[in-house]
């Protein structure tokens, strides 16, 4: 299994997120590599495989690490990636996809809000390749409650890591902020997969 650098990101033009919001965020970020680099070292040791046990062995509690943290970095990659503060006028593919499926931007806030609102971990407009529909995911934790086989738009993560040192338990006003800092330009180049 291949090892992970941590990505650098610009969050140079934010608004509304404070640089130590975001700079304690991805040292977070940075601290998942590095459990998903230990994952790595251990399903790479055949001796792994020699203990299989559903009660208590370190393959057990690899398998469990290892969707944790791979989609913890996937999921905050995406997330850092759609919000740079640049962009933010709606516009192009994903602008037909959100008014064709949820009959207009604001109709799609307000229910991507809600979910924010519901869930613990993330939130996630997908395409769906078995239904060739969207779907919006609301998470726990970053490797339950999302379907196989869907493909990422928008990716906005409502820890409360995300935004406590900002905005305390106010969470409604951190998503207000994320979607003035949502970036369409990354969301419509997501399509040309
Ligand atoms: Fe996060």
Known sequence: MKFFDAKKFDFDNINGISK?????????YTRYVDAMNKVSIEMNDNNLYKNCNPNFSNL????IALTYNLDSIKLHELYFENMTGLNNDIN?????VINNTFGSYENFIDKFKCIGLSMRGWVILCYDYFSNDYYIYGQDSHNTEISMNTYPLIVMDVYEHAYMIDFGIDKAKYIDAFFKNLD?????NRFNV
């Open 184 to 188: 369409f330009k990354v969301i419509n």
């Open 60 to 63: 057990r509690n690899t398998q």
């Open 92 to 96: 192009g593919k994903i602008q037909m």
């Open 20 to 28: 130590c919001q975001l700079d304690q965020h991805y040292t977070l």
